[in-house]
């Protein structure tokens, strides 16, 4: 079976290299173009994807956006039968989703109909689920809405943070896209209609998701910090400038939502119940570090509030 390939960051690597290590027929791969990076912005920086595809000898197409005449006839050219998309990060067109002869199926972070979406991952931790998982699902025009065709489900670990479980299901979404392959090949897999009725959605997030609220549960507080761990970071203020969190539980305490209640060993952070114990913390323009060493500064004094 000729197989095109769709994807960009690192969640889609081991897709492609499970596709490769089967001995998939992959005739190309679809990624999005380098990205300007640093603080001069002026070195290109490779999708992930496209090293894989590089490093095999694997035909690449990097269009800015997927679409227009040249795009589909570069995409016709590789005369594919299916497509695979993981992380591809746009949205297809019905001219695209018909080139292959047997359609395209996408790999999806979540157990869908649950968490449609750009952003499954740190939704899944910030709205206390206790499972989560991976779906494969033939594509339609609509936003991770058509059929469901293979799911593998995975418990949400305590304190796991959305980088650690984005880990996880990028390898389990591998071998559930194997699975599902070898299942299509054999004609067994069963197209199911998803129920809009359990829908939910894992929109895509800004700076108001990641801030922290102290006025909110410890509980609820901690998951928001461990869901944008370590991309982008949640975050505070302290005398006005930009404070990031990473790695947080609730632990005993109490006082005005905010106020740092203790520095050592660790950063602990009153909330509107209980405290939260932060493990570690970047101030604006310096690198990640434990919250303990932080604390030892003058930044970090008990007493201070955090906003």
Do not use: C
Request: glycine share 10%; charged share 20%.
């Amino acid at each position: 079976m000729r197989i095109v390939f769709f994807g960009t960051p690192a969640f889609a690597v081991p897709s492609l290299e499970a596709l490769l290590a089967e001995r998939a027929a992959v005739v190309g791969v679809v990624t999005q173009p380098d990205r300007p990076q640093g603080r001069s912005r002026s070195t290109l920086v490779a999708p992930p994807v496209k090293e894989v595809a590089l490093r095999h000898g694997i035909p690449l197409l990097q269009p800015e956006r997927p679409a227009g005449d040249i795009f589909l006839a570069a995409l016709r050219h590789w005369q594919p039968e299916l497509g695979i998309v993981v992380a591809y990060g746009h949205i297809l067109r019905a001219d695209v989703l018909s080139v292959p002869t047997r359609g395209m199926i996408n790999l999806h972070a979540s157990l869908l109909p649950r968490l449609r979406g750009a952003a499954p991952v740190p939704w899944a931790i910030l709205r206390g689920e206790p499972e989560t998982g991976v779906t494969i699902q033939q594509m339609d025009v609509g936003m991770d809405t058509g059929p469901i065709l293979h799911q593998s489900a995975t418990v949400i670990q305590p304190g796991e943070t959305g980088g650690a479980l984005l880990d996880r299901l990028a390898r389990l979404g591998a071998e559930a896209l194997v699975e599902a392959l070898a299942l299509m090949r054999l004609g067994l897999l069963k197209p199911r209609e998803q129920d809009p009725a359990l829908a939910t959605y894992a929109p895509k997030f800004d700076r108001t998701t990641t801030r922290v609220n102290w006025t909110s549960e410890a509980e609820e507080v901690a998951r928001r910090i461990r869901a944008f761990d370590p991309v982008p970071g949640s975050w505070t203020t302290l005398d006005r400038q930009e404070l990031k969190l990473f790695g947080a539980s609730p632990a005993e305490g109490s006082g005005v939502p905010g106020t740092v209640l203790a520095t050592a060993p660790l950063l602990r952070v009153a909330a509107g119940n209980q405290a939260v114990e932060i493990q570690e913390v970047q101030p604006a323009g310096k690198s990640r570090m434990p919250s303990g060493e932080w604390g030892r500064g003058r930044a970090g004094r008990a007493g201070l509030a955090l906003v």
